[in-house]
């Protein structure tokens, strides 16, 4: 700010009339608060229109088909959207993973919709057990599916 060099404190005596230093109290205490205000204020306009712009997340559609796995032999084709499992409405990608990951070896009642139609199918995900990257092994069910990529807000 005008007047100001850092390491060289002025007096308020010695200073420019329209310096920082020559200031009343009040205006530079505002000034220092209105620069971090300004910060709070822009950050709440931006988490707001991010919070009104909605969540992309992934439609329960199937996109491509693993062969020698569940889906294939259940009657699942690309393009099917699955509806329910289980009487549990699947809402998105996610909990669609989330239920196949849990139900390894255990038969599944699926509502499918295929062109408009639904379709009642079942599946027995395959058991999986795999070992991630900190070297903690992991068994799930996996369908042998993946999205189709169509995503909804």
Known sequence: MKGQEDGKPVAAKDAEPDSFAAKPLWARSWAVVAGPLANFILAFFVFSLLMWAGEQKLLPQVGDMQKEMPAIESGLQ??????????????????????????????????????????????????????????DSHTVGRVGISPSGETFT
């Open 78 to 135: 690309v393009g099917d959207i699955i509806q329910v499992i289980d009487d549990t409405a699947v809402e998105d990608w996610g909990t669609l993973q989330k239920i196949t990951n849990a139900s390894a070896g255990k038969e599944l009642h699926l509502i499918v919709k295929r062109a408009g139609v639904l379709f009642p199918l079942t599946l027995t995900p395959k058991e999986i057990t795999f070992t991630d990257l900190l070297g």
